[in-house]
């Protein structure tokens, strides 16, 4: 199975900051690296697909990069309502796998 | 508008079965493939299982095969998961949803689930 490793596992940051969250996958899954993001007790929440691609309806602000290995989600200026749980998801082969999880904490 | 609802959740035995269903509307859901992803307590995603539109491909994670299977009914617009000799680490929120998994000359490929129901707690214990 396909072993997705984000980092941090945590983070703490400021309305207005800039944010980046990186996943890594124990092998390459070219650009099949999804996005999503989770608040309490909710379901979670699509953001990016194919590792760039915004969903219809979430805000700009958020962006992925990166191919193979190594993935990067970036908000660019974090808004009250961003903070949440962020997960990436390889979709290259199965099963599909999740990483851990990073928390996004206001300081 | 799309909705996901789950049923069938609640508390059962180790070893105990349950069926967990998600009835869809708002979409045509013999259109897409469908996905069952879990959350234990406290604990991050897990994928589950999924299945093709027709229901002829089906994929489980290994820790659920051969004691899960995953169905659907298309003239019900149903979700089905029957989970069989529960364990204690079954335990676990699963949401069912939409798939955004597609074929191209160049394989197979995945745009993300899309919509999720708001899930349902299977509880087990003794």
């Known amino acids: 199975d396909i072993q997705m490793t984000q980092s941090p596992s945590s983070v703490s940051a400021s309305v207005g900051d800039r944010v980046t969250i990186t996943c890594r996958a124990s092998q390459g899954i070219n650009s099949w690296l999804t996005w999503y993001q989770q608040k309490p007790g909710k379901a979670p929440k699509l953001l990016i697909y194919t590792a760039s691609s915004l969903q219809s309806g979430v805000p700009s602000r958020f962006s992925g990069s990166g191919s193979g290995t190594v993935f990067t989600l970036t908000i660019s200026s974090l808004q009250p309502e961003d903070f949440a749980t962020y997960y990436c998801q390889q979709a290259d082969s199965f099963p599909y796998t999740f990483g851990q999880g990073t928390k996004l904490e206001i300081k | 508008e799309v909705q996901l609802v789950e049923s069938g959740g609640g508390l059962v035995q180790p070893g105990g079965s349950l069926r967990l269903s998600c009835a869809a509307s708002g979409f045509i859901f013999s259109s897409y493939w469908m996905t069952w992803v879990r959350q234990a307590p406290g604990k991050g995603l897990e994928w589950v299982a999924n299945i093709k539109q027709a229901g002829g491909e089906k994929y489980y994670v290994d820790s659920v095969k051969g004691r899960f299977t995953i169905s659907r009914d298309n003239a019900k617009n149903s979700l089905y998961l029957q989970m069989n000799s529960l364990r204690a680490d079954d335990t676990a929120v699963y949401y069912c949803?939409?798939?955004?998994?597609?074929?191209?000359?160049?394989?197979?490929?995945?745009?993300?689930?899309?919509?999720w129901g708001q899930g349902t707690l299977v509880t087990v214990s003794s």
């Open positions: 949803a939409r798939d955004r998994k597609y074929y191209d000359r160049s394989g197979s490929h995945q745009d993300g689930l899309d919509y």
